[in-house]
């Protein structure tokens, strides 16, 4: 057998049609595969690097000041798991923790159902509908303490408008803010108007997303609109059903809104019936300066959170199909 010469062997060989080898240069530089990864880090790197530097370090850092006593004035004291321990033989913690409680199982749900409802609504062929759709998605634009302003002026005791308008109706106004049965409810109530212009884009994407051409078999084999929701819309928005019912347990338990609707309209009163866990942590942490305290707090409220996602996914197969 001959040897092939170096160079052959260097950049390669190949043999054309009439059976006779010819040198191939290899390739110089990265492949066609290699310059899209890397195209791709670079995309990437700049959202990789803010998430690092202002999310992960910030939560290792939170994550060990939950170790120590930290008076906001630059002296630590390790202390090992006390402030963990206070956690379960404080009494507000807890109050704090099923308020909590109360306000995710009413607010996922109620933003569910009125995203998915306000998405089929806005898919219909009717007139003006873009204007409609640009006016239920307006609140998201609006700063959450302009939406808490507007909504104490019109539920602030008896002369405030709703009151008025119950009033007129021949029934007794109510004190909304300032009644611990009510607080609450009305903090959800503010919240479901003010987040489900965006839910309903979400559900509405998720909806043109479905062939038409199932709702025409079904409408020829007699089928009514609340068989083809059951049937046809409802089980293909499965995925979409995952993700938003996913950011809405998240958003619920540590959204933004959690804080600047609360401390806007009720401060966490009446009688702490409104104090959500995230609205605790700052009263620890700005009003009392217990921010070792404040940080076991965000730390358990984040497990919390991993756990509720771990579970959503196995039990939704992460929004899969079956046959996926």
């Known amino acids: 057998m001959t040897s092939r010469p170096a ?10 049609h009439d059976g006779q ?5 290899r390739q110089r530089g990265m492949s066609r595969r290699h310059r899209e990864w890397l195209a791709a880090a670079l995309f990437l790197l700049p959202d990789v690097a803010g998430l690092f ?10 994550l060990a000041m939950g170790f120590f006593e930290v008076n906001g004035f630059g002296d630590y004291r390790y202390i090992g798991l006390d402030n963990y321990r206070a956690m379960f033989n404080d009494d507000r913690f807890l109050r704090a923790l099923w308020v909590t409680f109360l306000y995710v199982i009413t607010l996922v749900p109620g933003l569910y159902v009125a995203g ?4 089929l609504l806005v898919k219909q062929k009717l007139p003006w509908m873009p204007i409609w759709r640009g006016m ?18 019109l539920l602030v005791d008896r ?16 004190s909304w803010l300032g009644d611990p049965a009510f607080a609450l409810w009305a903090v959800v109530g503010i919240t479901i108007w003010f987040l489900m212009g965006y839910y309903m884009l979400i559900f509405l994407a998720g909806l043109q997303e479905i062939p038409p051409e199932y709702y025409e078999a079904a409408r020829l084999d007699g089928a009514g609109p609340l068989r083809q929701f059951r049937d046809i819309t409802f089980p293909l928005l499965r995925p979409t059903s995952f993700f938003v019912i996913l950011t809405l347990t998240v958003t619920a338990v540590a959204g933004g809104q959690g804080f600047d609707l609360v401390y806007v309209l009720t401060r966490g009163g009446p009688d702490n019936s409104t104090t959500l866990v995230v ?3 700052y009263q620890q942490a700005f009003q009392f300066g217990a921010f070792g305290y404040a940080a076991a707090i965000a730390s358990f409220l984040v497990l919390i959170l991993l756990i509720m996602t771990a579970i959503l996914f196995v039990a939704t197969k992460g929004g899969r199909f079956d046959f996926d």
């Not at 160079?7 to 054309?16: D, F, K, M, N, S």
């Not at 202002?54 to 939170?62: K, N, Q």
């Not at 998915?116 to 998405?119: D, F, H, K, R, S």
């Open 53 to 62: 530097i202002f999310v992960g370090i910030p939560m290792v850092l939170a």
């Open 136 to 153: 239920l998605f307006l609140p998201n634009v609006i700063s959450l303490v302009v939406i808490g302003l507007v909504w104490n002026f």
């Open 21 to 25: 080898e010819f040198v191939v240069p």
């Open 279 to 281: 609205f605790y942590i």
């Open 7 to 16: 160079e052959a062997q260097r950049v390669g060989l190949a043999t054309g």
């Open 159 to 174: 002369i405030g408008i709703l009151n008025r308008f119950v009033v007129r109706l021949g029934l007794d106004g109510q």
């Open 116 to 119: 998915l409802l306000l998405a």
